[in-house]
C-alpha cells in the first residue's frame, strides 16, 4: 500500500515568496518620519544654540577664575591672565622681571586661545590678577569690565546666564541688563 500523503504543513511555492513591504507602506513611513522630524527639529536646535551659548559662557568664566587661582598660588613668581579680541580668549602667563606692575610682550608666555563666537568683547582688553587674586589692567590699576554673551539668536528667556561681570576682586556669571548698573547682575 503505497498511500501518498500530503500534510497540510505544505505549501505551495507562491504562497512562500509573499512577504515584505509594499510600496505603500514604505511611503508611509517615510511620511510619518518625515513629520516627527519637522516637529522635532526647530527646539533640537535651539537647544544646541542654547548649549553653545551656555558652555562659552562657561568656558570664559571658569578660565578667568582658573587665572586667578593660579596667581593665587604664585608659584615661581609667575602672574596669569587672559587678552580678549572681539572674537578670541588667549590665555597666559607671565613674570615680572623687572617688578613694574606691567604686562610686556618679552615677559608674557602665551598658554592657550579660545575662539570666541557668541561673546560680545567691545574693544580688545587684558587683565592679569596679582598675587592676591585681585584683577589688573596691563597698564597697571584695577579690571573692571562686563564681557555680555550674544543671545540673540535664541529665544528669550533661553539663556542661564548672558554676561560675566570682572571687577576688581570678584569674578561672577549673571544675566545682563542695560537698564541696571552694575549691567550684570546674579541671577
Not at 590665555?91 to 604686562?103: E, I
Request: charge should be positive; proline fraction near 3%; hydrophobic fraction near 40%.
Amino acid at each position: 500500500m503505497n498511500m501518498k500523503t500530503s500534510s497540510p504543513s505544505k505549501r505551495n511555492f507562491c504562497d512562500c515568496i509573499k512577504f515584505g513591504f509594499t510600496i505603500v507602506e514604505m511611503l508611509v513611513v517615510i511620511a510619518v518620519i518625515s513629520i516627527i522630524m519637522a516637529i522635532a527639529l526647530p527646539p533640537l536646535h535651539r537647544w544646541i544654540v542654547r548649549y553653545k551659548v551656555n558652555q562659552e559662557t562657561a568656558v570664559i568664566y571658569n578660565t578667568l577664575t582658573e587665572m586667578r587661582f593660579r596667581s593665587l598660588a604664585g608659584k615661581n613668581g609667575r602672574f596669569w591672565g587672559a587678552s580678549f579680541t572681539t572674537n578670541s580668549m588667549t590665555t597666559f602667563s607671565w613674570n615680572d622681571k623687572n617688578f613694574d606692575g606691567l604686562v610686556t610682550s618679552d615677559e608674557q608666555e602665551t598658554l592657550s586661545t579660545y575662539n570666541l563666537n557668541y561673546a560680545l568683547v567691545s574693544s580688545p582688553a587684558l587683565l592679569w590678577f596679582d598675587s592676591r587674586g585681585i584683577a589688573r589692567r596691563a597698564t597697571g590699576g584695577f579690571y573692571i569690565q562686563t564681557i555680555q554673551i550674544n543671545t540673540s539668536v535664541l529665544p528669550s528667556g533661553l539663556s542661564t546666564y548672558d554676561c560675566i561681570a570682572i571687577s576688581a576682586n570678584r569674578i561672577r556669571e549673571g544675566k545682563y541688563d542695560s537698564n541696571k548698573s552694575p549691567k550684570c547682575t546674579i541671577k
